[in-house]
């Protein structure tokens, strides 16, 4: 026998106590806000495991640029390569910066001190022709006092890569966030000894472009 109810029929009290549909009402309610925070779950936990990620390929394409055949730039190159290839896998539209800074030792990459200059203008930087120490002979003045590229021998490097990608999901877009997503992952390993060390000779002062 089905029960049924009349609005003709119940009274202003019947209405107040009738409960029928709440829960549809309540999830109604609840669905937006649980999904916005599912999203952002899902959005964090793959952010943590490309970092993750990142960081393993680094460490590995590091551990191989230290091997003595790959002091040429083009086995420097099929590295890199291999590298944009393994990130594309965590996201294939990421766009990949992938630089090699060396120095003399861990102590000097750690510090990442400018090239001492005198600074006459007074803006934090090397520039309108102000005189600089070149302590590695590269012929420009280096912010971090390293040099581009693996080095030689007994150097250390920095190898550091920098992925960006749009994010999967739209919970950001929502909030007014950013709709991007930048990761780094960088590691400094030695050269191996492969040869003997080679001198960069007595500091020179040069002018600033």
Known sequence: MTRRFSLRRA?????????????????????????????????VAHTLYARAALQG?????????????SAELETQAVLDNKVRSQVRALANNATIAITRRYYRTFTDAAVARAEAWTDTNANGTCDSGEPYEDANRNNTWDRDGGDDGQGGAKDVTLYTVTMSYPRFFPIYRMVGGSTTTKLTASTVLRNQPYSDQNSYGAPQVRNCP
């Open 11 to 43: 009274t202003p009290d019947a209405l107040a106590r009738d409960e029928s549909g709440v829960t549809v009402v309540e999830f109604a309610m609840v669905a937006p806000v649980l999904g916005l925070v599912l999203l952002g779950a899902f959005d």
């Open 57 to 69: 390929i680094v460490q590995k394409a590091a551990r191989d640029s230290t091997l003595e055949t």
